[in-house]
């Protein structure tokens, strides 16, 4: 019965789980490395280095959960890269005004792939296939398959840049206090509305974690040299997509159309417009992890993204988002994403070498998919 | 009294600390077919799986003796090999295999090497066929060219040659006509005849007690009854499933009937792969305010159809004309079908009404999400209240409404359903099979509901194979026979043999015809 209690705690809480598989990886590291792993140096790089793949994942948990695939995010990101490699550096455009550029043209990229999954009814499989071809044979021509460099220095400070610390403690704090405050409103409006209420000290426990996690990732990243500016933009994102999952029609609607896309679609939904939009969101996704892949490395190469679309993809299952759609999460998705670049960074540390590194990856995505399965989470009706 | 070929004793099965079965008793003789009967989650399922394997021996208590000697299986293969098989409600065949590929399915005739031996198969098919009374079927054609009645007896077909000595149906007669289920029963008598034993898992009593030599009774896991069909009837079994004795099965109330609200005309749908055949031919009929119509007809007459092109559903190339209040309607989808004013409960729950892994509460809402929203972001408490209230009003039996609604009954997943396209409020409600597959007590509150909305003033119109049901709840009946029109009676001492007379005017007889 306890070890029946403990599953399924697991199963309702599976982010437990997974943020103790990160805990485990971290600590083998840790001693592993001799102590090398858990500084404030070593995960300000570690996160720098998932926000990429981050970013995929929160648009790539939105496309599984309708229950599509794209596998042409990896050479999305290489052409929107491009792209704003050849404005900013051949062109001579403003860094500003290429990055809109290139967010609306990520946006009309991917509205183009759910036009062609949701329209012409091509299945996303085929479209994700063709566009990873097609999409890289741009990159090619479009650079001339050559590395296009230097990429100016506002560009290169959004990759390589830092978040002052006291503007990240302000920020913290302000996070912090909405959260407070929306608390307070949800209780006030539920008990205006006669609605059951969570017990009190639960949402004074909950408060209390999120603020030791928010000003303890703040600190530690402080320590170093501050919060890199990819992750806060990748944890911007986690709140936007998180809300727009969790608290809009749209984010319901998507839920439903995965879960059931004939029920969802004689409730009166229309189901071709919310893939639609699923779909030029992960475009929008490309287009961010596009101009932070360039601003990272300082130039646009033409081979950048190259199998990004598998670790997106790995870090959504990783992070329990169900194959067959309708169910998983976008914060789920990022541990996930964590766990990859986690593996990524302690393997480099302990000098493993390469074809062992992309074993064990493999081996854990498989393995961490099973363990889902065991816990019978993922079983559908 | 002869022996028992199988017995089941003090079956107990728990679900982490629910008992699912508490003490269940059943036993069947050679040649006999026992009932069982009980409400959607009664345990009838729960039985059935651990009388076929699927929970091997050892996850629950109690005994099974078969021929005497006990059961102890830890597969379906291992009740398989001892001669008991189950024929699912739904059809387990791969429609593009052959009919003799499908009926020896994980048990083909091999020559050396593992090759099939196709020659074998086909003749032992056909032999098989025979016994079943089917001569005029193509063994070596795909299954999808045989319609459901077929089907259903390719099922037992493929169970005979697996020498079933035990068969368990389980609702065989829920997707088939009334001719095809005549031709089932008769079967089963005949295999009865052979000293073939069956349990006959089944809603509509009719049949229970046409082919039903005993009848076992179960509620909320509990064995209620064991009777020879002799000492029953069908009011007491409904009582005994029931728990409270069912005056009326349809709560009939006086509801006054107002002027014509919605008229469809010349509606016409063709086929979606065959465009050259009319599913539905040129059918127009109204509605008036507060009315119940009944729509009546074999299964594939084309009703699903008329409903789901009135509602913008249907996928193929469909016409039609539909007037609202006086006013045209143009039509084109379901979001602008909800938008006008109407509402359509679908007939397949499963694939069409539910969302299985969200909450209860979230596949109640899916139609009307926007009503909570400001600017598309949801108020969750303003949802949750209505949530609350509507879970409460139609008694929907969930522990939460967060609760996956997959975990339901199917009474309840009904009710769900029901509720989310009540949500917007409709002027007129079409309900395709409202009470499929839904358990007597839901039925009466499904009906209550159809009632108090009809004296409200709403149009329903209903598509209905339960012939009874047509019958208690309608003011008219329209029927449908193969895509026309065939009737439109008012509903005042009508009887079953008027409107199955006009249903099968035109259409052939038979058992299902080759699709």
């Known amino acids: ?381 | 009294m002869s022996e028992y070929l199988f017995e089941m004793r003090d079956i107990v099965k728990e679900f982490s600390g629910v008992r699912a079965l508490n003490g269940i008793n059943l036993a069947v003789r050679p040649g006999e077919c026992v009932g069982l009967c009980g409400e959607n989650g009664a345990g009838k399922s729960t039985l059935m799986k651990v009388l076929s394997g699927v929970y091997p021996y050892g996850t629950w208590s109690g005994e099974i003796l078969f021929d005497g000697k006990p059961l102890k299986a830890h597969s379906v293969r291992d009740s398989e090999a001892a001669g008991i098989v189950i024929i699912h409600q739904e059809l387990m065949l791969v429609p593009q295999l052959s009919v003799a590929e499908n009926i020896f399915l994980g048990n083909e005739i091999r020559k050396f090497g593992g090759v099939m031996d196709y020659d074998a198969m086909y003749a032992k098919a056909d032999a098989l066929l025979a016994r079943l009374k089917l001569k005029d079927v193509n063994v070596a054609a795909p299954v999808m060219n045989y319609g459901g009645g077929y089907q259903q007896l390719f099922e037992i077909a493929k169970a005979l040659a697996k020498n079933a000595r035990l068969l368990i149906l389980d609702e065989p007669s829920s997707s088939l006509t009334s001719s095809e289920t005549d031709t089932l029963l008769s079967i089963i008598e005949d295999l009865k005849r052979d000293g073939v034993a069956c349990v006959y898992i089944s809603h509509k009593l009719e049949e229970v007690a046409r082919v039903c030599d005993t009848v076992t009774v179960i509620r909320d896991g509990k064995h209620i009854v064991t009777k020879p069909m002799s000492e029953m009837t069908t009011h007491s079994i409904i009582t005994a499933m029931v728990g409270r004795d069912i005056e009326n099965l349809f709560p009939k109330v006086e509801h006054e009937i107002g002027e014509v609200i919605f008229e469809a005309r010349h509606v016409t749908c063709w086929d979606v792969t065959n465009p050259n055949r009319k599913r539905v031919d040129d059918i127009s009929f109204e509605v008036r305010r507060g009315e119940i119509l009944g729509i009546a007809g074999l299964v594939g007459a084309g009703r699903t159809e008329l409903v789901s092109a009135i509602f913008g559903a249907y996928p193929g190339r469909y016409e039609a004309e539909l007037v609202l209040e006086g006013k045209p309607l143009k039509v084109k989808t379901p979001e602008q079908a909800i938008k006008a004013g109407l509402s359509l409960v679908p007939e397949d729950r499963k694939r069409q009404g539910i969302v299985p892994l969200l909450g209860v509460g979230d596949n109640i809402t899916l139609a009307t999400l926007s009503h909570y929203a400001h600017a598309g972001t949801i108020d969750r408490q303003a949802e949750l209240q209505t949530v609350d209230a509507e879970i409460k009003r139609l008694r929907v039996k969930t522990a939460s409404p967060e609760l996956a609604i997959m975990g339901l009954s199917g009474g309840n997943q009904q009710k769900a359903v029901l509720t989310k396209m009540l949500l917007p409020n409709p002027k007129v409600l079409i309900l395709d099979e409202p009470t499929r597959g839904v358990d007597v007590g839901s039925k009466y509150d499904i009906y209550k509901l159809m009632f108090e909305l009809a004296t409200k003033g709403v149009a329903i119109i209903m598509v209905s194979s339960e012939m009874p049901e047509v019958l208690g709840v309608s003011d008219r009946v329209l029927v449908v026979g193969e895509g026309r029109l065939r009737g439109n009676f008012q509903n005042v001492g009508l009887t079953q043999e008027q409107v199955l007379a006009a249903a099968i005017s035109h259409a052939a007889e038979g058992p299902a015809h080759a699709a």
């Open chain 1, 1 to 381: 019965m306890q070890a029946q209690k403990i599953q399924q705690l697991f199963v309702r809480y599976k982010i437990l789980a997974l943020l103790i598989a990160v805990a485990l990886i971290w600590v083998f590291f840790h001693v592993k490395t001799e102590s090398a792993f858990i500084t404030p140096g070593n995960l300000s790089n570690l996160f720098r280095q998932m926000a990429i793949t981050g970013m995929l994942a929160c648009g790539m948990v939105f496309i599984i959960i309708a229950g599509e695939i794209d596998l042409s995010v990896g050479s999305q990101l290489g052409l929107l890269g491009g792209v704003v490699a050849i404005l900013t550096v051949n062109l001579g455009w403003g860094t500003w005004p290429s990055i809109g550029a290139v967010l609306l043209l990520g946006l009309v990229i991917g509205a183009f792939n759910g036009f062609v999954v949701t329209k012409m009814r091509v299945p996303s499989f085929i479209v994700g296939l063709g566009g990873m071809l097609a999409f890289r044979g741009i990159v090619l021509y479009v650079t001339g398959s050559s590395t296009i460099a230097p990429a100016p220095d506002d560009l290169v400070q959004l990759g390589q840049g830092f978040v002052p610390p006291m503007l990240s403690r302000w920020i913290g704090a302000l996070i912090f206090l909405a959260m407070i405050g929306l608390t307070v409103r949800r209780r006030v409006r539920r008990s205006k509305l006669g609605l059951h209420q969570v017990a009190l000290w639960m949402d004074v426990g909950r408060l209390v974690l999120i603020g030791a996690v928010i000003f303890g990732f703040i600190r530690m990243l402080n320590d170093a040299n501050g919060i890199p500016i990819p992750v806060m933009i990748l944890l911007a994102l986690l709140a936007v997509f998180t809300y727009v999952s969790t608290q809009t029609v749209f984010g319901r609607h998507i839920y439903a159309v995965g879960g059931n896309m004939e029920a969802t679609r004689l409730s009166g939904v229309n189901v071709a417009r919310v893939k639609l939009v699923v779909f030029a969101l992960m475009g929008l996704m490309c287009a961010f992890a596009g101009i932070i892949t360039v601003a990272r490395t300082g130039s646009g190469s033409p081979s950048a993204g190259t199998g990004g679309e598998l670790d997106a993809i790995s870090a959504c299952f990783i992070g329990g988002t169900s194959m067959r759609g309708g169910s998983g999460t976008v914060y789920g998705a990022l541990i996930g994403a964590l766990v990859m670049a986690s593996l990524d960074s302690g393997m480099q540390l302990m000098d493993v070498d390469n074809s062992w590194q992309m074993i064990i990856k493999g081996v854990i995505l498989v393995l961490a998919v099973w363990v889902d399965v065991l816990s019978g989470s993922n079983r559908n009706a």
